[in-house]
């Protein structure tokens, strides 16, 4: 009995990792259309927005990942969060700011997209900015939410204008064969004047 049993937790870890092997096979293999990838701090470190009242803090990430994907997904078909060693024909560092004026009760959104194809080639960077008129306080968050969505509309305009943009991605979607993990998107090229100067 006892024999038995101990040939039953074998077989049953031996096809436990099998299981395990294949899905990580299968997810490895898996190419996106696009990848989006926003920087972790931006998910955990608030910002605030300046106020001589009531200061606002808000956590960016959140806000700009659920817009963008729906955005880039109208354009560019499947879009999906950067996690690992995902691949995909095109990559996005999207990088957002915020900006309060109380005097003139101004919220100003800027989105910065550093594209790259699946294999690491910087393409272009495109800013989109907006500003919305609204005050700080219980209007705050969908104000936010409508000037980060007017600047990625921006981005995403003048990456549909750009033709090498367009090329790139048809040529890359037939021809790739080798792909870049996306989660190293911070270490490929970018502009250096714009890296060393963020704001």
Known sequence: ?????HKWFAVLGVMLSFSAWADSAAHAGTKHDVLLYIQPVEFTNPIKLWHPYSDYW???????ESIAIEKLGKVYGKVEVCDANQSGRVLVWLQPKMFYNPQVQQFYGKVTAEVYTG????????????NVHGRIGMQ??????QSYALAIDHAISKMKADSTLQTQIGADAVSQTE???????TLLPTNKLRRALPF
């Open 179 to 185: 792909t870049t993990p996306c989660s190293i998107v």
């Open 140 to 145: 705050a968050e969908s104000r936010i939410k």
């Open 1 to 5: 009995m006892k024999k038995n049993i």
């Open 58 to 64: 808000f956590y960016q990430g959140p806000l700009v």
């Open 119 to 130: 294999i690491g080639k910087h393409v272009g960077t495109y800013v989109g900015e907006a």
